[in-house]
């Protein structure tokens, strides 16, 4: 068992390699042994490759979402909080790749109204409240706390997480808010005024008319978006080569949640999030935060970093390669990042 806590150990010690000045790396005890975090023992989900389907009780009934879980290590368990409103777990898959090797449980989660959950056609639902009150649900039921639970959220997750923290963090051991500004209309403002006018202008006056007209149906708007914009500022490799995770994502979407909550647009919102703001209240979270931005990100990298010298306690983690998925187009910044946050808020050394 000892050599195996080493390999884990040594796995830890590769991922971290790309951090500019890595922490010193967790002892072999500090981490679980193959052995251990793969052991199902005792668990009533093992037929189903770790899913359970949580009953969550809402205003309007109660329905069941979709979660998996991957691993065993009492210290570090992490719920992801998928984009969209209305996307998929499926942004985190590439998760499977670096999370078991350095002994990270994690659960994957799709959110009431996504594709592996459960869908009511009810769009009161769509608050962002009552999401919050969902995540709880279903941490009571995963059976996580405070002296393990870190929630991780990615743009509309980065959302959400910001939301729970600052209703429910005496739940919470750490924060991570992936690619996600603080202010709705801020975000707006960075894709207009900044992103907008980088694109080449005739491109730009084009998406400029089609969103005046409210014409978001428009093949071209989509071409525009996919072709000079996604791949600048979403995921950047060319359409072809996007991986299937992201693929799959954009094809589960659930429309019925994104165009209420996000709006029609891909230059800020317009939904029921269009006025959100949460940028006074950053002071009132003090656990352990890691805030994740990227030079190519469809959000101001700047404005993260102002993030994580707001809240308590905060650490901002660039990602010089990458864009708003930059756990797929500049991972080797991304993950090494991610661990290297969670193995020292869980051996006390953040």
């Known amino acids: 068992m000892k050599k195996l806590a080493l390999l884990l150990g040594g796995l830890y010690l590769l991922a971290t390699a790309c951090t500019s000045t890595p922490p010193a790396a967790p002892t072999a005890d500090a981490l679980p042994t193959l052995k251990e975090y793969f052991d199902n023992t005792g668990r009533n989900d093992v037929l189903a490759g770790g899913i359970r389907l949580i009953p969550i009780t809402t205003p309007s009934g109660t329905f069941k979402v979709w979660t998996k879980r991957t691993g065993n290590n009492p210290k570090i368990k992490v719920l992801l909080l998928h984009g969209g ?65 870190f929630l991780m959220g990615q743009s509309w997750g980065g959302i959400l997480a910001m939301e729970y923290a600052l209703k429910y963090q005496e739940n919470l051991k750490g924060l991570i808010i992936s690619n996600m500004m603080a202010s709705g209309p801020e975000y707006g403002a960075y894709a207009m005024e900044v992103l907008g006018p980088a694109m080449d202008s005739a491109l730009f006056a084009e998406i400029k008319a089609f969103e005046a007209a409210e014409d978001f149906g428009n093949p071209r708007y989509m071409d525009i978006l996919l072709n000079h914009h996604y791949t600048e500022h979403v995921i950047r490799m060319p359409v072809a080569d996007w991986p299937d995770p992201i693929n799959r994502l954009f094809a589960h979407m ?32 003090a656990v352990p935060t890691l805030v994740i931005g990227a030079t190519h990100d469809t959000m101001d990298p700047k404005h993260m970093e102002w993030m994580a010298g707001e809240v308590q306690h905060g650490r901002f983690l660039l990602c010089p390669n990458g864009s708003h998925c930059s756990q797929y187009d500049d991972p080797e910044h991304y993950f090494p990042g991610v661990i290297s946050f969670l193995h020292d808020v869980a051996a006390g050394r953040f």
Not at 255 to 276: H, K, N, T
């Open 254 to 285: 659930n429309p019925a949640v994104y165009v209420p909550m996000q709006g029609p647009s891909e230059f800020g919102i317009r939904g029921l999030l269009a006025d959100w703001d949460v940028k006074d209240r950053l002071k009132e979270i």
């Open 85 to 149: 409103p209305g996307g998929t777990h499926e942004e985190w898959l590439a998760c499977d790749s670096y999370f078991p090797g350095a002994g990270i449980e994690y659960y994957y989660y799709d959110q009431l109204g996504s594709y592996y959950s459960d869908q009511p056609e009810d769009s009161t639902l769509w608050r962002t409240e009552r999401f919050v009150e969902e995540v709880e649900q279903v941490r009571q039921a995963l059976g996580l706390d405070s002296t393990n639970f």
